[in-house]
């Protein structure tokens, strides 16, 4: 058993044998279990309206989770946590902070030169570190790039255009699993509409920036300020609320 995977319950909820609702199911069928309760995981799929299949100890289980802070956040995850990544990853330089007219937006070419603007102060070379090794896979992890870069040039503009510096963002799966990235971490692009990067802006207070984030970003937003960044995340879409901290 991978010792990485474990939930544990944030607040009094269920195990259940089945994705209805737990009122629906006979007392057989389901379990209570008490805030702060831990589990070692074997193994876990995600099934359909935010229910997870989890292999424990004593058998299969479906937890319900929709990720969100508040009301509808029953379980920590350890495979939607995630590191950080630290210098020497990041880039030399923050090189796309220059005013320029001419960007490439969501048509981004993965064999474009890392100078590509995806946005008038963004390149693509920052999603990929300026590493070779990093540069995407796949058309739509452009698109995503775009969508994320698009807020961040928001940002930018809302904190008086400082620079913004991206210390993570695409992980090919091999460089993820170096790393000790989550096994579906959203920096892996895994499919369209999913991707995150981690950023702060130059000369402005993290805890300001991750606020913001928190306030105007309806994707993912992992609380990194203690690190030094703020996660920001997509997952399948711009509207799911998901929220954690570092």
């Known amino acids: 058993m991978d010792s990485k995977l474990w939930i544990t319950a944030e607040k009094d909820t269920i195990l259940k044998k089945s994705t209805k609702p737990a009122s629906e199911l006979p007392e057989s069928d389901k379990r209570l279990v ?22 424990l100890e004593d058998g299969q289980w479906i937890i319900f989770d929709n990720g969100t802070e508040g009301k509808f956040s029953h379980w920590k995850l350890s495979w939607e946590d995630d590191i950080n990544e630290q210098e020497p990853h990041s880039p030399p330089a923050v090189t796309s902070n220059v005013p320029n007219n001419s960007f490439i937006g969501a048509n981004l070419d993965i064999d474009m030169p890392f100078s590509t603007r995806i946005t008038p102060h963004i390149t693509y070379g920052e999603f990929a570190l300026y590493q ?32 913004i510096k991206i210390t993570s963002g695409y992980r090919p799966p091999k460089i993820n699993r170096k790393i000790g990235g989550a096994s579906r971490s959203e920096h892996l692009f895994y499919a369209p509409m999913v991707g995150a990067v981690d950023f702060y802006i130059v000369g402005i207070s993290v805890h300001e920036v991750q606020n ?28 799911r609320k998901i929220i954690w901290d570092y």
């Not at 008490?34 to 292999?55: A, I, Q």
């Not at 913001?212 to 509207?239: A, P, Q």
Request: aromatic share 14%.
């Open 212 to 239: 913001h984030c928190l306030k105007h970003w309806s994707g993912s937003v992992g609380k990194g300020v203690k690190k030094g960044f703020v996660h920001l995340g997509i997952r399948g879409s711009k509207n």
């Open 132 to 163: 070779e090794a990093r540069r995407f896979d796949y058309e739509h992890q452009g698109r995503t790039a775009y969508e994320l870069a698009l807020f961040m040039e928001q940002c930018r503009k809302h904190f008086g255009g400082n620079p």
């Open 34 to 55: 008490g805030k702060g309760t831990h589990y070692p995981v074997k193994k876990y799929s995600e099934l359909r309206n935010f229910h997870w299949l989890v292999d």
